[in-house]
């Protein structure tokens, strides 16, 4: 192969490679560049035998860069193809399809429908994740209704409602307003004698077995033909509190004889005789189900567009009778499929995670082994990361697997940049060291060098990983420091340069000094790590993100005395 052919093999092959790697976010690979070029350049293929040794070191150049370099040196080769990456990336960020006949409304109105039993676990995220980004691209507007009208099996948790609310602004969103459903009791009252006044709802009193064996035999129960008059005085001495839980309860008059048995005469109040937590409401024992609640708020609110799980298809169905008996039009209803999440072993169920705290196998909603909110942003994950993660999923009536590595992916692609390096040693072994300079001096961020460099101490021994430790006779590279070799147990500087690690192999490994260091307790998925860190993680503070070389990006959570707490956050 001429000289001339050479140069045109590695400029195609840089051009295909840099395209590659910046299409997919991820490094390039021979294989997948190599069968594209010699398809378009016919001419190359007589060199197929010589093409994969000139393309391989190419890709290996290239993957060394970052992805604004990347994207700068394809500019210079061919324009054509950033402008196509440029195009692809508009299209992809709309993650989510239509909502349907959106254009039909003058504005689009959605509702976050929260049950404020318990701070959010990762499956709550996702309806604000999908509805905030629907807001924000219709420019619509969103509520946050608390269902709050069950204070006895999903009992409200004071804390829940300002947790909640919170867990939304970390996830990025605001709601153009915020209302409680116990706050609108009287409301429901209200459609609720509309409702019998329409021939809608009757007062029952049979016992729950005996209506359900009459439902699902499509009979009639005795009180359905209850005239108005009567249903109202019965219904009023609900309100008033003069039944126990169980004795009565107010029916939709629907379809007795409807092929499906659970849309046939719902229930639409029930007596309950715990009182609600909330003072505002503790006077309430006549509560509306949320079949019931739901629908007149999502009319008086003018909701346009519902997105629920598959399993609430029957509410759709059931609350269109009501809709029909008020003469009202239904909202555009999308549904969706269950969600599970990867690396967790506790469920995502809030009853589930309030039980495991209260045993003590956590240690609260924010402990890193929690499938939470809570967790996550303790653990320095962005919240607009996990939304990323949340619309990719789409709104399909199929289950989805969330893997853990998407929220991880998008989270990185937002804070690597940002986030300053530093050594963190991880029960260390300990070896004396001898020669060499005093201190080492690795980047900051080794894509940033107008951040500077470090200045990490080094005296008479060093702690290393065990996986790190050379064998006799063997070398290491210490970043930022130089190259020793391991004689019988002592670590000689060799004062060789650089060149051994790229053209003899010699492995470069993280260190710290081993008697000026930070002492770290390291909080992960798999329990506590105990390591030392350089000493210049003390000028950092709470909250702030470091990334420890070759362990992964952590939290700085607390200095309790001379010791550091952080929390790991992902690779």
């Known amino acids: 192969m001429n000289d001339d052919l050479r140069e045109r093999v590695e400029r195609e092959a840089e051009t295909a490679a840099l395209f590659n790697a910046l299409k997919h976010g991820s490094d390039a690979q021979v294989g997948a560049i190599m069968g594209p070029m010699m398809g378009e350049n016919p001419e190359f293929r007589e060199h197929g035998d010589e093409i994969p040794g000139i393309v391989a070191p190419v890709c290996e150049r290239v993957n060394g860069l970052s ?194 048995p659970a849309l046939r005469d719902w229930v639409a109040f029930r007596m309950v005789d715990t009182p609600h937590p909330r003072e505002e409401a503790a006077e309430y024992r006549c509560w509306p189900m949320l079949d019931f609640q739901s629908a007149i708020d999502d009319h008086l609110f003018a909701v346009t567009h519902i997105i629920r799980g598959i399993d609430l298809q029957d509410s759709a169905k059931r609350q269109g009778f009501l809709y029909d008996y008020f003469g009202w039009e239904y909202p555009e209803v999308t ?61 399909s009536t199929t289950n989805a697997d969330l893997a853990m590595s998407s929220v991880y992916s998008a989270n990185r692609d937002r804070v690597d940049d940002e986030t300053d390096r530093a050594f963190l040693v991880r029960d260390g072994e300990r070896l004396p060291v001898e020669g060499g300079p005093d201190e080492g001096h690795p980047p900051v961020h080794p894509e940033h060098e107008d951040r500077g460099r470090r200045d990490v101490p080094l005296g008479d021994a060093v702690l290393l990983e065990a996986d790190d430790v050379p064998a006799d006779g063997e070398r290491v590279w210490l970043k930022g420091w130089g190259p020793v070799r391991n004689d019988g147990g002592t670590l000689e500087f060799t004062d060789e340069g650089i060149d051994v690690v790229r053209e003899e192999g010699v492995d470069v490994v993280h260190w710290v000094d081993a008697d000026e260091n930070v002492p770290v307790t390291m909080r992960t998925m798999d329990g506590d790590v105990e390591g030392h860190a350089e000493p210049g993680v003390e000028g950092y503070e709470v909250d702030d993100l470091l990334q420890f070389e070759r362990v992964g990006f952590c939290r700085l959570d607390a200095f309790e005395d001379d010791d550091l707490v952080v929390y790991f956050t992902h690779k």
């Open 67 to 260: 992805d604004q370099e990347k994207r700068d040196r394809l500019a210079e080769l061919d324009p054509d193809a950033v402008a196509e990456l440029e195009a692809e990336d508009e299209e992809d960020d709309q993650l989510l399809p239509d909502l349907p006949n959106a254009d039909e409304y003058d504005e689009v109105r959605m509702r976050l429908a929260p049950n404020p039993n318990g701070p959010w676990h990762l499956g709550n995220a996702r309806m604000p994740a999908v509805i905030g980004s629907y807001k924000e691209l219709y420019d619509g507007w969103m509520l946050c209704r608390f269902d709050d009208t069950d204070p006895e099996t999903k009992r409200p948790d004071l804390d829940a409602y300002d947790g909640i609310l919170d867990a939304i602004d970390y996830l990025g969103f605001e709601p153009d307003e915020v209302v409680r459903a116990s706050d609108r009791v009287e409301t429901y009252y209200e459609h609720a004698r509309d409702l019998i006044d329409e021939g809608g709802a009757y007062a029952c009193s049979c016992p729950q077995e005996e209506f359900s064996n009459l439902k699902n035999s499509g009979e009639p129960c005795p009180h359905r033909d209850q005239d108005a008059e009567t249903t109202h005085e019965e219904f009023d001495r609900m309100v008033a509190g003069e039944y126990d839980s169980g004795e009565k309860v107010l029916r939709v008059r629907t379809d007795i004889e409807h092929k499906n």
């Open 335 to 395: 549904h969706w499929g269950r969600i599970e999440v990867d690396e967790y072993d506790v469920p995502l169920s809030t009853s589930s995670i309030k039980q495991l705290i209260a045993d003590g196998e956590l240690d609260g909603w924010d402990d890193p082994r929690a499938p939470t909110l809570a967790s996550l942003q303790r653990r320095g994950i962005r919240g607009d990361a996990v939304v990323e993660a949340m619309t990719d999923l789409g709104v």
